[in-house]
């Protein structure tokens, strides 16, 4: 079993950047792909990112492109989420989930964190 604590959420304003980070217990997170995810109020939990079990491989949805990068330090048993020229819409709960296979599909990753607010202001 792995649990996953969120952390970095906060108030910035649009053009600003915040860091999440995303603290996972046990010894098996580099035997995990890892996501990210979040859901505005209203709205379905849509993916963000994800990253293969070494790290060289990742992949972003079209809104973040260019602007998030996912990265992990497994001697850390962490994910991080750098997020650069954030705008309004990104406002949401960030998630981080693991998973065995990569993919984008949220019923496909088995553990969550329990999120962090990110709020863009404009």
């Known amino acids: 079993q792995v649990q996953l604590v969120e952390s970095g959420g906060g108030l910035v304003q649009a053009g600003g950047s915040l860091r999440l980070s995303c603290a996972a217990s046990?010894?098996?997170?580099?035997?995990?792909?890892m996501g990210w995810f979040r859901q505005a109020p209203g709205k379905e939990r849509e993916f963000v990112a994800r990253i293969t079990l070494s790290g060289a491989g990742t992949y972003y949805a079209d809104v973040v492109k260019g602007r998030f990068t996912i990265s992990r330090d497994n001697a850390k048993n962490t994910l991080y989420l750098q997020m650069n020229s954030l705008k309004p819409e990104d406002t949401a709960i960030y998630y981080c989930a693991t998973s065995t296979i990569m993919t984008n599909n949220p019923r496909n990753y088995d553990y969550w964190g329990q999120g962090t607010q990110v709020t863009v202001s404009s």
């Open positions: 046990g010894r098996t997170f580099s035997s995990h792909h």
